[in-house]
């Protein structure tokens, strides 16, 4: 799965996170930082895993949401290792 | 205890109300003698497992809501929608309907009053809002989840705690309009709408807050009214219409209904000095406690001892005490003849408004409030909708050797009881409202001289 791909689907379940400023989700990139530049409630981002879960059909370790970095390339990034590991 | 001079007005109103598109559709279907109890489809659904099938119900449609499921756990809400646009969609989410609502009325009850924006966000302004239960449905379903599908705990997201919790009307509306002062809940079961109102009149009164959004809530709820009808006190046998019967013979149960009354109080002489049209000044109010040990009877002397102390040094002569009245076989005979027995026989009239759309649970007294500030508004007593006929003969209770209160059937005190509006000057209402636990709570508002 193509790294853009993942990012393409990210911004499909933040649309679907009603807290956040739908206007700021046009030029996501990997530098994007959820609560930085989204303004993502910090209390949302286990909805974005877990839904990210599903989207992308892994399942996460609980170490692993927990170390989890705020910028959309952190996410991708455990997406693809997440697939690696199988 | 009371801060020296300090008054309160009541200042603005708000609420949800079943089969009414809004407060003033509300007051006018209750004085053309409307009910506004229906059955209840989701109820009917469930066939020979549920037992009562009559509601005031409030569906999410009707205050134009709308659930947003989520997709990763069965059924449960993930957020809503306002397709009026009146809910920012960041406080949606962190809201069950029933806050959803206590929002909305909080919006129309602090317009009503008037206040800035400086005075909503002050220090001075607190938020008290109560419910009967917990937040049934998204915690009901979180847990199906978990402990039934083996879901993951953040499966369920980040907001069942914020929309769970017993304060949550007041956390919701709290964050809603910014304000800096108290921010709590107060719970009563049945007497929490008029408890909230009662503690919030008191911060006013002993000098802690100079304003107050302050009532009760009941989300619709399958998960509320279940409990319930398991306990076997839902009326059962009558058409929608004819199933709230206060103080007749076959009444034989309360139809479980739900709603959200909140209403703006404020230090009298601050709301007067700025021109704010005062609805009804609140005179005194008072709660106590059975202390019989008994869970769910109403007792006699605990609301002879509830009159006693609203009175307390002042003088209060209401025309019309606007009851509790549930419509159920106990309750209402004891309430009737303790009014009786400290209010007489003539001079007042007795109203009984969940006749028209049943018992609102932690959202009656607050609702039954906003009832009576409506007549204290239009000069009329509310209809006691199917008071047929009452008991020509003694209620058991009456009979007994240890019974000192009135000895006359409760048919003797139909005048006090009128299933028509009654025009008449009305200057101070009593509202009384009782809960589980032998909780009573009374409150004395008057007309805006």
Request: net charge negative.
């Amino acid at each position: 799965m193509e790294r853009q791909e993942i990012i393409d689907g990210l911004v499909d379940i933040l649309r679907t996170v009603r807290t956040i400023d739908q206007e700021k989700l046009e030029n996501v990139t990997e530098e994007t930082d959820f609560i930085a530049d989204l303004k993502t409630p910090s209390t949302e981002m286990i909805n974005i895993a877990a839904k990210a879960e599903q989207k992308f059909d892994v399942e996460f370790d609980d170490d692993d949401i927990d170390d989890l970095g705020s910028t959309v390339k952190d996410i991708v990034d455990l997406i693809i290792s997440t697939k690696e590991k199988g | 205890m009371m801060a020296e001079g300090r008054r309160v007005a009541i200042v603005g109103m708000g609420g949800a109300f079943p089969n009414c598109k809004d407060l003033n559709d509300f007051k006018q279907k209750l004085f053309a003698g409307k009910s506004l109890i229906r059955d209840w489809d989701k109820a009917q659904a469930l066939g020979k497992a549920i037992r009562s099938t009559v509601c005031g119900y409030i569906t999410e449609a009707e205050m134009s809501l709308e659930t947003i499921y989520s997709t990763l756990v069965l059924e449960y809400p993930e957020t809503f929608i306002d397709h009026l646009n009146r809910v920012p969609n960041g406080n949606l989410a962190t809201s069950d309907i029933g806050s959803i609502w206590s929002m909305i009325a909080t919006q129309e009850a602090i317009k009503m009053a008037g206040w800035t924006n400086t005075e909503t966000e002050s220090e001075q302004t607190g938020v008290v809002i109560g419910s009967g239960s917990a937040g049934q449905i998204i915690t009901g379903t979180a847990w199906h989840n978990f402990f039934e599908l083996k879901r993951k705990s953040r499966a369920l997201g980040s907001h069942t705690v914020d929309r769970g919790m017993v304060y949550r009307h007041a956390a919701n509306v709290s964050c809603l309009i910014k304000n800096k002062g108290v921010c709590e809940a107060i719970g009563s079961a049945c007497a929490t709408g008029l408890g909230n109102i009662g503690y919030a009149y008191r911060l006013i009164n002993f000098g802690i807050q100079d304003r107050v959004v302050c009532g009760g809530v009941e989300e619709t709820a399958l998960e509320t009214f279940i409990g319930f009808d398991a306990m076997q006190v839902l009326s059962k046998g009558f058409s929608p219409a004819e199933s709230s019967r206060p103080f007749d013979t076959s009444r034989n149960g309360f139809v479980c209904s739900f709603g959200c009354g909140i209403v703006a109080l404020e230090e009298y002489e601050m709301a007067k000095a700025r021109g704010a049209k005062i609805l009804a000044v609140i005179d005194n109010y008072h709660n106590n406690s059975d202390g019989d040990g008994n869970m769910f009877s109403p007792s006699f002397m605990g609301q002879k001892r509830l009159w006693k102390g609203l009175f307390g040094d002042q003088l209060i002569k209401p025309d019309v005490v606007k009851v509790h009245g549930t419509s159920t076989p106990v309750g209402d005979a004891i309430e009737l003849l303790s009014v009786v027995d400290v209010m007489g026989e003539e001079s007042y009239h007795i109203s009984a408004p969940k006749s028209q759309f049943g018992h609102m649970l932690g959202a009656a007294g607050a609702v039954e409030l906003i009832t009576s500030i409506f007549m204290l508004e239009e000069q009329q007593v509310l209809p006691c909708l199917n008071s047929d006929i009452l008991n020509p003969e003694l209620e058991p209770f009456q009979k007994l050797p240890d019974w000192d209160g009135p000895k006359k059937p409760l048919a003797e005190y139909r005048h006090l009881i009128s299933k028509e509006n009654i025009h008449k000057s009305i200057n101070q209402i009593v509202c009384l409202n009782y809960g589980f636990g032998g909780t009573n709570s009374a409150m004395s508002i008057s007309k805006h001289q």
